[in-house]
């Protein structure tokens, strides 16, 4: 099954490899490397599924997190925090 990605990642070597393996199974994969093109972004695509980082510059991953989850057409879509510390 084909499924809408969104990456928000503010590495692009990062964006890079998970937007290709995730394109070669098929995946139609967005991005945006800061947290307030994300939300802006997430709303108009509406993805099935959102890899984000928790470390982002200006808007943190968790507060994107936050205000994604406060929107009603939103909260339901799964995300997955991406982590690169360990």
């Known amino acids: 099954m084909r499924a809408n990605l ?5 590495e692009m ?8 393996n995730l394109e070669k199974e098929g995946h139609k994969v967005d ?6 093109d ?5 709303k108009e695509k509406n993805p ?7 470390m ?3 808007i943190s991953g968790i507060e994107v ?5 406060r929107k009603d057409n939103l909260k339901k879509i ?3 925090m991406l982590k690169a510390k360990g």
């Open 48 to 54: 099935d599924l959102i890899l984000l980082d928790w």
């Open 31 to 36: 991005y945006a490397v800061n947290g307030e």
């Open 56 to 58: 982002l510059p200006n």
């Open 6 to 10: 969104f990456i928000v990642e503010d």
């Open 38 to 42: 994300a939300i802006r972004n997430i």
């Open 65 to 69: 997190l936050k205000r994604i989850k």
């Open 78 to 80: 799964p995300i997955i």
């Open 13 to 20: 070597p990062i964006v890079t490899l998970l937007k290709y």
